[in-house]
């Protein structure tokens, strides 16, 4: 065998090498003792390769990250459907504000006729009650509890009952202490720790951090149509003025 065939078949081996990816340290050396020509053959019929086969692609090989790891950015984004189940699971013990050791005021309502048809109602002996925690004008925290009436109406054949306008849905806190909250957090900066502690020891209404932030959800979610309004109002009219103060 010529030295030219023996230097080209050592070529085809440091080729086959480094598509395996087991170059040492050793044969980079003696590749690179074989000079310039069979260096830039091996490096372009290395790229070569890569390219035109499902072999890793160069991202795959990046010097700033270990090998076998992709680097955030590249990682696909999750498109699983599954979603996890909200909230705790079968038999953990509840986690619901607890209730004011006494009640200020009793309150009673009961709808005088069908809210959607207007008809009369079959009167029910199945009231329930409801107490809700907000601050007077004074800043007293009241407590009243209110027992709804649940009535039957012949006409939509169906249970109704008065809307406690008071407070926000499934809520034991009045709107005075919920957009006082949300003014302390989000108008003045001040923390959900810190929150807690204004309304625990200055206004004598103990709630928890989740307790805060699912009642500022539900504000949002009162809120949010008329904050998109506004931007549709102010999408369409003839003038726009941004206030840009560093």
Same mark, same amino acid.
């Given at each position: 065998?010529?030295?030219?065939?023996?230097?080209?078949?050592?070529?085809?081996? #440091?080729?086959?090498?480094?598509?395996?990816?087991?170059?040492?340290?050793? +044969?980079?050396?003696?590749?690179?003792?074989?000079?310039?020509?069979?260096?830039? #053959?091996?490096?372009? &019929?290395?790229?070569?390769? !890569?390219?035109?086969? &499902?072999?890793?692609?160069?991202?795959? !090989?990046?010097?700033?990250?270990?090998?076998? +790891?992709?680097?955030?950015?590249?990682?696909?984004?999750?498109?699983?459907?599954?979603?996890?189940?909200?909230?705790?699971?079968?038999?953990?013990?509840?986690?619901?504000?607890?209730?004011?050791?006494?009640?200020? +005021?009793? $309150?009673?309502?009961?709808?005088?006729?069908?809210?959607?048809?207007?008809?009369?109602? /079959?009167?029910?002996?199945?009231?329930?009650?409801?107490?809700?925690?907000?601050?007077?004008?004074?800043?007293?925290? /009241?407590?009243? +509890?209110?027992?709804?009436?649940?009535? !039957?109406?012949?006409?939509?054949?169906?249970?109704?009952?008065?809307?406690?306008?008071?407070?926000?849905?499934?809520?034991?806190?009045?709107?005075?202490?919920?957009?006082?909250?949300?003014?302390?957090?989000?108008?003045?900066?001040?923390?959900?720790?810190?929150?807690?502690?204004?309304?625990?020891?200055?206004?004598?209404?103990?709630?928890?951090?989740?307790?805060?932030? /699912?009642?500022?959800?539900?504000?949002?979610?009162?809120?949010?149509?008329?904050?998109?309004?506004?931007?549709?109002?102010?999408?369409?009219?003839?003038?726009?003025?941004?206030? $840009?103060?560093?």
């Amino acid at each position: 065998m010529s030295p030219r065939t023996a230097e080209a078949t050592r070529v085809d081996q #440091f080729i086959h090498i480094v598509l395996k990816g087991g170059l040492s340290e050793e +044969q980079a050396r003696e590749l690179y003792a074989l000079g310039p020509e069979a260096t830039t #053959f091996v490096l372009l &019929a290395v790229s070569a390769a !890569y390219g035109m086969s &499902a072999a890793p692609q160069a991202a795959d !090989y990046h010097l700033s990250k270990p090998s076998g +790891q992709k680097a955030p950015y590249e990682k696909p984004n999750k498109t699983s459907t599954k979603r996890k189940k909200p909230g705790a699971k079968i038999g953990h013990p509840g986690s619901r504000r607890s209730r004011p050791e006494s009640v200020d +005021q009793h $309150e009673t309502v009961r709808l005088p006729c069908c809210p959607d048809c207007g008809r009369k109602l /079959n009167r029910c002996d199945r009231p329930r009650t409801r107490i809700i925690e907000d601050l007077l004008e004074d800043l007293r925290v /009241n407590a009243t +509890q209110y027992t709804i009436h649940r009535d !039957y109406c012949p006409a939509c054949k169906k249970d109704v009952e008065p809307v406690v306008a008071e407070a926000m849905p499934n809520a034991s806190l009045g709107h005075r202490v919920v957009a006082s909250s949300c003014w302390f957090h989000y108008g003045l900066g001040v923390t959900v720790g810190q929150v807690m502690d204004i309304l625990a020891y200055h206004l004598k209404t103990r709630i928890t951090s989740g307790g805060l932030i /699912n009642a500022w959800q539900r504000m949002a979610e009162v809120l949010t149509p008329w904050y998109e309004q506004i931007g549709e109002d102010a999408r369409h009219s003839s003038h726009l003025h941004a206030d $840009e103060t560093g």
